[in-house]
Nanobody
Framework: QVQLVESGGGLVQAGGSLRLSCAAS????????MGWFRQAPGRERDLVAA????????YYADSVKGRFSISRDNAKNTMYLQMNNLKSEDTAVYYC????????????????????WGPGAQVTVSA
């Protein structure tokens, strides 16, 4: 498994930006597709964005398309989520996760496909 830790969360006003980072340990980071999930109080944990191991494919939830951008730097074992034009409904705990399989050529969109999770980072957007 890959060990993951998120950073970069915080409080921001609506319309502002934040960049989340996910630092991974372990030698297999570059072989795994990765995803960013978020969970608001009383709601399910939903996939926000995902990226294949080779950057060949990305996925975005409709609610964040055009505002969020996912990227990864395999040389640094790090994944990023650039969040622009933040809205109050983006308030949630954000988790990074690694696909349980390696070399998957498409992104998995369900939480069950991911088996390594970070502890989460709180993002709060004030109106």
């Amino acid at each position: 498994q890959v060990q993951l830790v998120e950073s970069g969360g915080g409080l921001v006003q609506a319309g502002g930006s934040l960049r989340l980072s996910c630092a991974a340990s372990g030698r297999t980071f570059s072989r795994h597709a990765m995803g960013w999930f978020r969970q608001a109080p009383g709601r399910e944990r939903d996939l926000v964005a995902a990226i294949t191991w080779s950057d060949g494919m990305t996925y975005y939830a409709d609610s964040v398309k055009g505002r969020f951008s996912i990227s990864r730097d395999n040389a640094k074992n790090t994944m990023y989520l650039q969040m622009n034009n933040l809205k109050s409904e983006d308030t949630a705990v954000y988790y990074c996760a690694a696909d349980r399989l390696i070399w998957r050529m498409v992104v998995a969109t369900t939480a069950a496909a991911y088996d390594s999770w970070g502890p989460g980072a709180q993002v709060t957007v004030s109106a």
